[in-house]
């Protein structure tokens, strides 16, 4: 396959750095997709970037994933990157796991971040809440990402809206350790974008639509991967109202999450949206949504079959991708361990 050539070395270079990761807990969905990766693969050429599969994230929750599907899911999780476009060319795609030094950065991170800090995590919060047996690595999640991205000296960091919060925590983490230590990392900013950083449920806007809700819901999330038959049905199916109001400022928290999602994915302006479904009912812009969706997935459906077809492919491309990446995080490392008096 012409598309599919080992990649290269990916060199460092004068670019700015940006890091980003995803978990590979559940099904890739419309959100992570939006929110998150589209705008990776935007932005691809601009950057000098990483972009890791958090494998050791998805530990947190043990009972929620068994470690088989845990491969699995994160092989899936890597192999729709590079469907969505992501460039091994370009950026450098990894497994979290293959390169010790995040958790070993982690630990000296944590050593410096106090526990009050950790407990103020909103999503700490609500998983906390939901299961029974709290690990430690639940709450030091925050600190395992800030290692990810303070591992490659990141100074930007694009993601959707739930991780905030966490950027937040990072740029405190970092500036507690410049203080403690040396002015050594520099501060990360998040990077995103300026509508579709919160993709709601479709069966229910009040709550982001997220992978763990999905996978015990159908017609909670609109699936990366999923057929035309179900991507139809969860967004004719959307929560919406009895009104028909379509502009974006006073339309209902349903439509204007449909609003959203066709607005990111079209590339339309809001006053052509609003025009085009002015007067048209909630259907017209269901249906319109519906094509516009498939339109979109189709091509990252087809090459994700490609590239799962090529086992090899992949596995040439998350070799790589470990080794360039491990030879710049253990050059931080090294400055860390000197700086800290290991
Ligand atoms: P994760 O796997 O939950 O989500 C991956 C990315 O998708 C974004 N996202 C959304 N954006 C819009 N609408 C939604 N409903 C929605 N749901 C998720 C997330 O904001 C994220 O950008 N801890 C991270 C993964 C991670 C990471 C990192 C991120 C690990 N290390 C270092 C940045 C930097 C997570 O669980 O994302």
């Known amino acids: 396959m012409s598309t599919m050539l080992a990649p290269e070395p990916v060199k460092a270079d004068t670019r700015k750095v940006v890091l980003s990761g995803i978990q590979p807990t559940g099904k890739m969905h419309i959100g992570n997709y939006v929110g998150a990766v589209s705008l990776w693969v935007q932005n691809q050429t601009r950057y000098d970037n990483l972009f890791c599969i958090a494998n050791m994230h998805a530990l947190t929750i043990p009972e929620a994933i068994n470690p088989k599907t845990l491969r699995q899911q994160s092989r899936e999780t890597a192999a729709l990157l590079l469907a969505c476009g992501i460039d091994p060319q ?48 639940l709450l030091t999640y925050p600190v395992l990402q800030t290692a990810d991205i303070l591992a490659y000296k990141a100074a ?37 974008r300026t509508s579709g950083t919160r993709i709601m449920g479709m069966d229910d806007p009040s709550a982001k639509m997220s992978k763990s809700t999905a996978q015990t819901r159908s017609g909670h999330a609109i699936g990366v991967l999923d057929t035309l038959d179900v991507i139809r049905k969860t967004i004719m199916s959307a929560v919406t109202d009895t009104g028909n109001e379509t502009r974006f400022e006073v339309a209902s928290a349903g439509v204007r999450n449909l609003l959203t999602l066709y607005e990111v994915l079209s590339g339309e302006t809001r006053d052509q949206i609003e025009t085009r ?15 516009l969706v498939v339109r979109t997935l189709e091509p990252i459906q087809a090459r994700f079959r490609e590239i799962s077809d090529a086992p090899e492919y992949l596995n040439d491309v998350l070799a790589q991708g470990a080794e360039c990446a491990r030879e710049r995080a253990e050059r931080t490392l090294a400055d860390v361990r000197q700086l800290v008096g290991l």
């Open 90 to 137: 370009q950026s450098i795609v990894f497994m979290q796991s293959d390169v010790a030094a995040h958790a070993y950065l982690a630990w000296i991170l944590s050593c410096c971040t106090p526990v009050g800090w950790l407990e103020r995590m909103t999503q700490y919060k609500t998983k906390a809440a939901k299961t029974e047996v709290v690990s430690s690595g």
């Open 156 to 192: 930007y960091v694009p993601v959707g809206d739930d991780q905030k919060q966490h950027l937040e925590l990072a740029r405190d983490v970092a500036e507690r350790f410049n203080h403690l230590y040396e002015a050594y990392f520099p501060l990360p900013d998040v990077l995103t």
């Open 277 to 291: 479904f002015a007067g048209r009912g909630y259907g017209a812009l269901k249906r319109e949504l519906v094509e």
